[in-house]
C-alpha cells in the first residue's frame, strides 16, 4: 500500500533562510517547526526534507558538516517530540565547484530527482503527497508532479508572493503563515475530505502513460 508524504523544503520553511547554512551554529531553526513536524508524525504520514545544497559545489560546506547540520535539525526536532523519516539533499551546482559536483542534475529542485528517490525509497504515492515550500519554482515542481503545493511566507515566501501579480506564476494550492499553519491545514484537510478522486485519477493515469510510453520509448530503442 503506497504511503503519503508531506516533504519539506528546509532553508525558509524548517530553519531561518540565511544564505549558505556553513556550520550547525548557524542553524535558527523555528521555534515552531518541531511541532509542525510532531503533527505530521501523529498522523502516520511520512516527514520528509529535500534540499538543494549547492553550497557543497561551489566549496563552502563539506557533505561532512552537512551531515552536522542535519544532525543539529534533528537534534532539536527531536527535543520538540519531532523526527524526519528522511533528508534527500542535492550537493550539486551547473556551473560551480569541482568536477565531482559540478553537473547539470537530475536532483537540484526544480529537477525531480530526489522526489522520485524518496517516492522509491519509502513507497510514496506522490499524487496523494504535499510540497511545503518558500519558493515559486518549487511550487511548479510539485504541481508538475501532481502533489499538492503549499507556499509559506516564511523565508523568501512572502516575497515570493508579492511577484504574484506581475509574473506567471503558479498558483499553489495553498498559502499559509508558516509551516505549522500549513501543517495544520494539509493535516485536517486529509482527516475532513477525501481527496477529489476524479482529478487524482486523472493525475495518477497521466502519470502513469507518461512512465510507460518512456519505457516502450527505452524498450524501442533496444
Ligand atoms: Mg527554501
Ligand atoms: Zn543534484
Known amino acids: 500500500m503506497p ?17 549558505h547554512i556553513a556550520k550547525a551554529s548557524d542553524l535558527r531553526v523555528y521555534p515552531f517547526a518541531a511541532e509542525a513536524v510532531r503533527r505530521v508524525n501523529e498522523t502516520g504520514v511520512l516527514a520528509i526534507v529535500v534540499t538543494n545544497q549547492s553550497g557543497i559545489a561551489r566549496g563552502l560546506l563539506s557533505e561532512a558538516s552537512l551531515k552536522g547540520i542535519h544532525d543539529r535539525l534533528e537534534e532539536v526536532l527531536d527535543f520538540g517530540g519531532a523526527r524526519l523519516d528522511d533528508i534527500y539533499y542535492c550537493p550539486h551546482h551547473p556551473e560551480y565547484g569541482t568536477p565531482q559536483y559540478r553537473r547539470v542534475c537530475n536532483c537540484r529542485k526544480p529537477n525531480p530527482g530526489m522526489l522520485f528517490a524518496a517516492a522509491r525509497d519509502h513507497e510514496i504515492d506522490l499524487t496523494q503527497s504535499t510540497f511545503v515550500t518558500d519558493r515559486h519554482r518549487e511550487i511548479a515542481m510539485a504541481q508538475m508532479l501532481g502533489l499538492q503545493s503549499v507556499l509559506v511566507l516564511t523565508g523568501y515566501g512572502r516575497s515570493e508572493r508579492e511577484q504574484q501579480g506581475y509574473v506567471n506564476m503558479p498558483r499553489p494550492d495553498l498559502i499559509a503563515e508558516d509551516v505549522l499553519h500549513a501543517v495544520q491545514s494539509i493535516v485536517s484537510g486529509m482527516s475532513r475530505e477525501k481527496p477529489n478522486v476524479a ?12 512512465w510507460s510510453s518512456r519505457s516502450t520509448h527505452g524498450e524501442g530503442a533496444r
Do not use: P, Y
Not at 504511503?3 to 544564505?19: P, S, T
Open 3 to 19: 504511503r503519503i508524504a508531506i516533504f519539506f523544503d528546509r532553508d525558509g520553511v524548517l530553519n531561518e533562510e540565511v544564505g
Open 199 to 210: 482529478a487524482r485519477k486523472a493525475t495518477s493515469a497521466d502519470r502513469a502513460t507518461c
